[in-house]
């Protein structure tokens, strides 16, 4: 090889490029480029692949692959430029706007701003109509690495920036999409940053920023956008900083795909469990419970009843055993537990139970602080000055429920279950209805079982999960996937890891799913599964999780007596199939479109009297239907025969029964469904076993 050329691989392929060669040039000779792309993936020194511009020089042995637009990988790419491209729209139209981070996000992306004032929908407009110019002006995307220091002057009027520089070069953060150290695994002893800048086609630049990339090579790559709204977001998420404005938009690879998307945006709006909640009275979120907190109505209150029938009944079928945990707990046990150390974020402050009267809390509407006991918002020294805390997870009583008394190997498994209510001080800007609520029910379940049976009952899991989509009316899982060991992660037990990992693999491979690997992507104390469903219009929701815990029974210092006589640690699995109930329940009015299959639905037939004369008709009707278990109403008001049918379709009530005089001769109904062709003179007799069948056999469609 001649020192003027460098390798360059695609899988089998291999091929020498001049050196200094872009990847879009490797990519070229090795024949890779197959329809739209946006980036490359670059592996080099057996190093984890990484997202790498197209027109960046490519090392000598480097693998090089394709990102094609339309990936999710690439159209995060696609989404981050654009996000570029709006915070330089932004700072064209508004002199003196500081911005802040823009990531891409699921479906889209966002740029927060500090500007003078919230920007109203013809700003966007504007911004818009800007940002269409850019495109057209194709302004490249240019990266530069540049020392600290230097980051620090470019971005001195920038004091978001610069905070996030300080915050990199604290260690506090590691990196994010808009700060990331050079990443050229030189160990030169300084601090570096990538700058990406958007220059003109006579070299000026335009506008920069922080940001560790890729992007598309310029701006007349971005097929189709569209900003979306704008809304408050407070600097870090955090009360106590800055209030900032936030644009959302979204970018897609095509304008058909663009066109598609706004299309089921259109149609999640019309489902949207809060208006539906309203709608069809479901659910109430009064402005005195505060943000993330549901009160469910009569008619929602039977749905979840139905969903908690029917979960209790399947885990106790499965051969779990239930428990009852307290709402609270002290402070102690989230300390043993971890929680007040890796989670207090999301705890709400502590209580003394046992004070005479409420200690002074200032601002009674919010918590002020949360952290362990030893932050300011600690009780103060009253009665016997123990602190209680609301819990934000369940596993610490279910594994004090183990811990109750000695265990048998021969016990194991031991599974244990509750629909547990937890309480989580969600910020008030991520808080979405029941999607992401502050109070919301677990089917929370923890197994401890032995390293043979881990296997078993994980893949007992997954079959349950599948179970409960199928039931639900989602179908198969659209994605499942394996969380593997962090970077950061508990110390030791190398040897659990591996057999949880392995166990996890196997357990899924022996349910025939497909699945997908999330290196790294585990939590701290263990690897987890986590498994997505596709709603009705599209959108894939990520519901249950299956996680192998190594922390916790650590912590409690739990055991069962192993077949030697000895003490052994067993193995904790956590699972939540509904992930919890308020959020399932958010995702099936929305997927249902508020029209519940029968056996779900909180009324299941309304009987429709055509005039006064045969309201007693109509009771009977009823009662017939009740002993049979229905859900059945009868409309005896004064309104029009079309206006009570109408009443009914806009209730999304599965079956609306007619009865007249030819009816109550006849002992017949005649049946509107609310799906489905209309039957006239039906047997009622004939009727009640088919409603009854329906609702036994739980058809979804």
Known sequence: MSENTITVRHGDEQAEVAAGSSAIQALKALEA????????????????????????????????????????????????????????????????????????IEDGFYYDFDVERPFTAEDLDAIEARMEELLREKQSFVREEVSRDSALEEFADQPYKREIIELVDQGTIVSTVDAAPDDDGADDGEATFTVYRNVRPDGSVAWSDLCRGPHVPSTDRVPAFKLLRSAGAYWRGREDLPMLQRIYGTAWESRKALKQHLTMLEEARKRDHRKLGRELELVHFPEELGPGLALFLPAGAVVRQQMEDWIREQTLARGYQPVYS??????????????????????????????????????ASAPRARGDASSSDAPRARGDGTAYRLKPMNCPFHIMAFASRTRSYRELPVRLSELGTVYRYERSGVVNGM???????????????????????????????????????????????????????????????????????????????????????????????????????????????????????????????????????????????????????????????????????????????????????????????????????????????????????????????????????????????????????????????????????????
């Open 326 to 363: 307290p709402h609270i707990a002290k402070e102690d046990l989230w300390r043993v537990s971890g929680h007040l150390e890796n989670y207090a974020e999301l705890m709400y402050p502590g209580m003394d139970l046992d004070a005479s009267a409420p200690r002074a809390r200032g601002d």
């Open 435 to 701: 999607l992401r609520a502050r109070g919301f029910t677990q089917d929370d379940s923890h197994i401890f079982c032995r390293q043979d049976q881990l296997v078993d009952e994980v893949e007992g899991c997954v079959e349950f999960a599948r179970d409960v989509y199928r039931t639900f009316g989602l179908g198969e899982p659209s994605r499942v996937a394996i969380s593997t060991r962090p970077d950061k992660s508990l110390p030791g037990n190398d040897e659990g890891w591996e057999a949880a990992e392995r166990a996890l693999v196997e357990a899924v491979e022996r349910t025939g799913l497909a699945y997908e690997s999330d290196p790294g992507e585990g939590a701290f104390y263990g690897p987890k599964i986590d498994i997505h469903a596709r709603d009705a219009i599209g959108r894939e929701w990520q519901l249950t999780t299956v996680q192998v815990d190594f922390n916790l029974p650590e912590r409690f210092d739990i055991s069962y007596v192993g077949e030697d006589g000895a003490k052994h640690r067993p193995y904790m699995v956590h699972r939540a199939l509904f992930g919890s109930i308020e959020r399932f329940f958010a995702v099936m009015v929305e997927s249902f479109n508020g029209a519940f299959p029968t056996w779900l639905a909180p009324t299941q037939a309304v009987v429709v009297p055509v005039a006064e004369d045969f309201d007693g008709y109509a009771g009977q009707v009823a009662t017939t239907l009740r002993e049979r278990g229905v859900r059945v109403e009868v409309d005896v008001s004064d309104d029009t025969l079309g206006a009570k049918i109408r009443r009914v379709q806009t209730s999304k009530v599965p079956y609306a029964l007619i009865v007249g005089g030819d009816e109550a001769e006849a002992g017949t109904v005649s049946i509107r469904p609310y799906q489905g062709d209309q039957r006239k003179g039906v047997a009622l007799s004939e009727f009640a076993v088919e409603l009854s069948a329906e609702i036994d056999e739980r058809r979804t469609s």
């Open 33 to 104: 480029v197959r329809g739209q792309i946006v980036a490359a993936r670059v592996s080099r020194e057996g190093r984890d692949p990484q997202p790498w511009d197209l027109d960046r020089e490519v090392p000598d042995g480097a693998e090089v692959e394709p990102v094609a637009a339309a990936s999710e990988e690439g159209r995060a790419i696609l989404r981050h430029s654009v996000a570029h491209v709006m915070a330089q729209a932004v700072t064209d139209l508004f002199p003196g706007a500081k911005w802040a981070i823009g990531p891409p």
